[in-house]
């Protein structure tokens, strides 16, 4: 699972999930909306990101298209 922040203006701005190949997203604020609150709550939200993740490389959800320096990736 690939995971990354889009800035948004905010401090810690907008988890996304990120496709294989790094083109396409999907911003997951329904599930978490900050890399920090993910990691505090890994437990709860790793199932559901990583549902999302494989539903985005088989292109199952809506996704954007995703510009390199748009992220931070970890």
Not at 16 to 32: F, P, T
Not at 44 to 64: G, H, W
């Amino acid at each position: 699972m690939k995971l990354a922040t889009l800035e948004n203006g905010s401090r810690d701005g907008q988890l996304i999930v990120v496709s294989r190949d790094n083109r396409k997203a999907v911003i997951v604020e329904s599930i978490v909306t900050t890399m920090q609150e993910a990691i505090d709550n890994w437990d709860e939200v790793s199932e559901e990101l990583e549902e999302v993740y494989e539903k985005l490389n088989l292109n199952a959800v809506s996704y954007t298209h995703l510009r390199a320096h748009e992220t931070d990736s970890y």
